[in-house]
T-cell receptor, first 110, second 115 residues
Framework: GQQLNQSPQSMFIQEGEDVSMNCTSS?????WLWYKQDPGEGPVLLIA?????ELTSNGRLTAQFGITRKDSFLNISASIPSDVGIYFCAGPSNTGKLIFGQGTTLQVKP | EAGVAQSPRYKIIEKRQSVAFWCNPI?????LYWYQQILGQGPKLLIQFQNNGVVDDSQLPKDRFSAERLKGVDSTLKIQPAKLEDSAVYLCASRISPDRNTEAFFGQGTRLTVV
């Protein structure tokens, strides 16, 4: 079945640094969604990508939909302590089933 | 616009007991999902509804888990009887449709602990 692989699995960075994480698949996705999950909460949608090559920003976050439609990356610029959490990529299958990656855990040292 | 509502937020039960979770999706959202998220892992789909019909329940352990969405709006997920390995966060999400250019929104989840 379709799977999404995220890397890195975890990151520990200094406040103010930029962060990059990515998500890859062996099959094509037509939509990429990036979510952030804080402890004890449900995932919150950060950015949605709908076209191959699309580059979309949301404040300090930037995400791109890969040209091959098999990957996507998420960048966070000038990280702050509240960026701490788990970041998930997700994509819908042809039947609308929403598939998630394993997540990238981000820790930010003040 | 109100988000996805779930209750309860937390539940602790003994193994072999039964438990039920409730979800009210965003108004007008035809697609509803239940996910199980075990600590340290990504959400795993249990069941997907389109209105009141089941689209995908291939990963639902049907010997103990059941879910319904009788009127195509709110939904309940039941576990009977619970096992220790069912300890997880149960997330409900909704989308306006399963079409690819639509976004899914999540509730806060129900954290289940089976002791």
């Amino acid at each position: 079945g379709q799977q999404l692989n995220q890397s890195p699995q975890s990151m520990f960075i200094q406040e103010g640094e930029d962060v990059s994480m990515n998500c890859t698949s062996s099959s094509i996705f037509n939509t990429w969604l990036w979510y952030k999950q804080d402890p004890g909460e449900g995932p919150v949608l950060l950015i949605a990508l709908y076209k191959a090559g699309e580059l979309t920003s949301n404040g300090r976050l930037t995400a791109q939909f890969g040209i091959t439609r098999k990957d996507s990356f998420l960048n966070i610029s000038a990280s702050i302590p509240s960026d701490v959490g788990i970041y998930f990529c997700a994509g819908p299958s042809n039947t609308g089933k929403l598939i998630f990656g394993q997540g990238t855990t981000l820790q930010v040292k003040p | 616009e109100a988000g996805v509502a779930q209750s309860p937020r937390y539940k602790i039960i003994e193994k072999r007991q039964s438990v039920a979770f409730w979800c009210n999706p965003i108004s007008g959202h035809a697609t509803l999902y239940w996910y199980q998220q075990i600590l340290g892992q990504g959400p795993k789909l249990l069941i997907q509804f389109q209105n009141n019909g089941v689209v995908d329940d291939s990963q639902l352990p049907k010997d103990r888990f059941s879910a319904e969405r009788l009127k195509g709006v709110d939904s309940t997920l039941k576990i009977q009887p619970a096992k220790l390995e069912d300890s997880a966060v149960y997330l409900c999400a909704s989308r306006i449709s399963p079409d690819r250019n639509t976004e899914a929104f999540f509730g806060q989840g129900t954290r289940l602990t089976v002791v």
